[in-house]
């Protein structure tokens, strides 16, 4: 009788029997990857990824996704991605149906609507919103979301928001 057991983030620690249900029935470690991740992404309690992530600096949800296969070291990553749901899916599809490592943004969507994903609306949750405008005004973003000191003390942080306009427009200038 074989014993399995596979290890996550405390992010995926509600969902990892799922992950080791479906290596039990033969499943694969992708498809246990994969089912455990989308359980995540779909958990309105994890702000970190999924419908309910934390939005981009202009207010919009975009996620990000990568699965590797360690043996054969086969992988695919999307990053940068609005409207659908899955991006580890998306990811996996990358990895097994492309000549792709990465696709980012409009070309990870384009890639997404072609591999027959399904558009949604993905919109920040009413607290999210909340902890969002805070970041704007006050410019460190773990101190806005409550998270204990330990994690505020290593945290980068960022311009509050009427700066990160002229800082952005000087970059751009500097790499013209």
Known sequence: M??????GTRNTKNFLQLGVDILKSG????????TV???????????????????????????DASIMVGSSKRTG????VKGYLHPIS?????????????????????????????????????FMRDIYQKFLTNGN??????????MRDSARHF?????LGRRSRAVRSDHR
């Open 90 to 126: 998306i990811a996996r599809s990358v990895m097994e149906l492309s000549p792709h490592v990465l696709l980012v943004g409009e070309g990870a969507e384009r890639f997404a609507r072609a591999a027959g994903f399904q558009r949604v609306q993905l919109l920040a949750q009413p």
């Open 77 to 80: 990553a999307v990053a940068g």
């Open 141 to 150: 973003f773990l101190e806005v979301t409550g998270l204990p000191i330990e």
């Open 37 to 63: 991740i989308k359980e995540v992404e779909l958990d309105p309690s994890d702000w970190t990824v999924g419908f309910n992530g934390f939005p981009n600096l202009l207010g919009e949800i975009e996620l």
């Open 159 to 163: 311009e509050p928001s009427d700066r």
């Open 2 to 7: 074989q014993d399995w057991s596979i290890a």
């Open 27 to 34: 499943g694969s470690a992708l498809d246990a990857v994969e």
